[in-house]
């Protein structure tokens, strides 16, 4: 059992809980370089643990290249 469902175990005693979400600060630098160019480069990164996907990290814009990116209609909530 992972250390996130176990803290999620002792707050509400449910041993099996059905959708969890947790972000959490993460104690390094992330860069992400895609064809030899920085996108993002940050000490200040967020990463987010839910049930059923993969974790995602999250950036703060400042520390984000804005210029290179392009606006979508895509949404994610």
Known sequence: MTSLFQAHQ???GDYKPKH???MQPIHKRIRV???EE???DS???LIMH???HLPVYY???SDVRMELM?????STH
């Open 33 to 35: 370089v895609v064809a």
């Open 43 to 45: 000490t200040n990164v």
């Open 38 to 40: 920085t996108i993002a």
């Open 70 to 74: 392009k606006k979508t209609e895509h």
């Open 59 to 61: 950036f703060p814009f």
């Open 50 to 52: 839910e049930t059923n």
């Open 10 to 12: 002792l707050v509400t």
């Open 20 to 22: 969890i979400a947790v």
